[in-house]
Structures are given as structure tokens and as C-alpha cells.
């Protein structure tokens, strides 16, 4: 099945730091790609839809300055948690649809685990 | 009222069992319906898409309702690997973005 890379895996920083975590298709080609947060024992809650080349669509009660996403490539996106705090610690998961079949599955990426001190 | 619903559990089942979960959603224009299985600290993995004729994949099976607007998902001779949480993840359109039940916990003892 399709690979969905995402780094880094786990990172540690303190409150008021910005943090970056890239989202790649490996063998795929991927014009959407979402971006999900979970909180312990909670479901997947999405973020924000980032297509390439246009501006992310985000959810409801998400703020977009908050958190930067950019898609600049078929490949590759990045959300970029900026000033940090202690709330923002979750596991962010990005997924990317493959449009080449039908179905528009959609593969997950690993995962980042951020925890601001 | 949620999307997508799901009973939590957590369902504790001895091996061999045969367990059952089930998901209701509100979308009745709602067009793909899978099962994915998320491992503890882990990103969430296709289980199987359901089917309106219903589909099997070894000891699993899935079923759709589309009146009762209703999917299951049946685990026979459940095995202690089976142990994961199951989400119930609906798709309105193919271009729309996937909408996630909040999952069951299933835990598989020996």
C-alpha cells in the first residue's frame, strides 16, 4: 500500500517555541492532504484540509495563524505549530488521498507526538 | 447530534470469542463507510471499506444498513493481536474529507 511519512516522530519543546512537522507521500502523488490532532483516549479530530498550491481550509475553532499549514509540493506538506504552549501537546496524524483510484483512500502518516513544556 | 457514533466500550473478550461492534451516522448522503484500526499511540490503518452487500475479509465482517443508516463490523475467533481500538469512518462524497466515530476499544484476553 501507498507510505505516508511524517517527521518528526516525537518532539519535546518549550512553551512559546514554534514547531515544525512535515507530512510526505512516498509513492504517490497527494493534491489533498489533511491534517488531524488526537488527545488521549479522544477520536481523531481533523484540523484542516491543505491542497496544493491554494490556502488550507480549516476546520471550525481551529486558528490558522496558530497553526501554519503550507503544501507547497505534490508530495509534501507542513504544519507549523507556532508559539507553543502546553495545550497544544497532542498527536498531530496527517493523512493524503491518493487520487489515482476511485475510492480516494486515504493513508495516515505515522504520527508526531509534541509535548510543550 | 454526531456525525458519526460508536458504543466506546471498552469491550473485554476472551480468545475465540465472536464480537460485535456497531456505528450509526446522520448523513444519509453519505456514500463510503469503512472500518480502520487504530493501535495504541499509533496511526489509524484501513481495516476493510464496507459494502452494501456486506464483505468479508477472514475473520472479518463488515455490514451496511443504508435505511437504518447503520455499518457493523463482526470479529470471529478474536485473537489477542485483535486488541486495538476500531473506528467507524464515514465518507460523504469521495472528494470530502473522512469523518471519524470516536472508536471501541476492544481488549482480547487470554
Known amino acids: 500500500g501507498a507510505v505516508v511519512s511524517q517527521h518528526p516522530s516525537r518532539v519535546i519543546c518549550k512553551s512559546g517555541t514554534s514547531v515544525k512537522i512535515e507530512c510526505r507521500s512516498l509513492?504517490?502523488?497527494?493534491?489533498?492532504m489533511f491534517w488531524y490532532r488526537q488527545f488521549p483516549k479522544k477520536s481523531l479530530m481533523l484540523m484542516a484540509t491543505?491542497?496544493?498550491?491554494?490556502?488550507?481550509?480549516?476546520e471550525q475553532g481551529v486558528e490558522k495563524d496558530k497553526f501554519l499549514i503550507n503544501h507547497a509540493s505534490l508530495t509534501l506538506s507542513t504544519l507549523t505549530v507556532t508559539s507553543a504552549h502546553p495545550e497544544d501537546s497532542s498527536f498531530y496524524i496527517c493523512?493524503?488521498?491518493?487520487?489515482?483510484?476511485?475510492?480516494?483512500?486515504?493513508?495516515f502518516g505515522p504520527g508526531t507526538r509534541l509535548t510543550v513544556t | 447530534r454526531k456525525e458519526v457514533e460508536q458504543d466506546p466500550g471498552p469491550f473485554n473478550v476472551p480468545e475465540g470469542a465472536t464480537v460485535a461492534f456497531n456505528c450509526t451516522y446522520s448523513?444519509?448522503?453519505?456514500?463510503?463507510f469503512f472500518w480502520y484500526r487504530q493501535d495504541c499511540r499509533k496511526e489509524p490503518k484501513l481495516l476493510m471499506s464496507v459494502y452494501s452487500s456486506g464483505n468479508e475479509d477472514g475473520r472479518f465482517t463488515a455490514q451496511l444498513n443504508r435505511a437504518s443508516q447503520y455499518i457493523s463490523l463482526l470479529i470471529r475467533d478474536s485473537k489477542l493481536s485483535d486488541s486495538a481500538t476500531y473506528l467507524c469512518?464515514?465518507?460523504?462524497?469521495?472528494?470530502?474529507?473522512?469523518?471519524f466515530g470516536s472508536g471501541t476499544q476492544l481488549t482480547v484476553l487470554p
Open positions: 469512518v464515514v465518507n460523504i462524497t469521495p472528494a470530502r474529507q473522512l469523518t
Open positions: 491543505s491542497n496544493e498550491g491554494s490556502k488550507a481550509t480549516y
Open positions: 509513492d504517490f502523488q497527494a493534491t489533498t
Open positions: 448523513n444519509s448522503a453519505s456514500q463510503s
Open positions: 493523512s493524503a488521498r491518493d487520487m489515482s483510484g476511485y475510492t480516494y483512500e486515504q493513508y
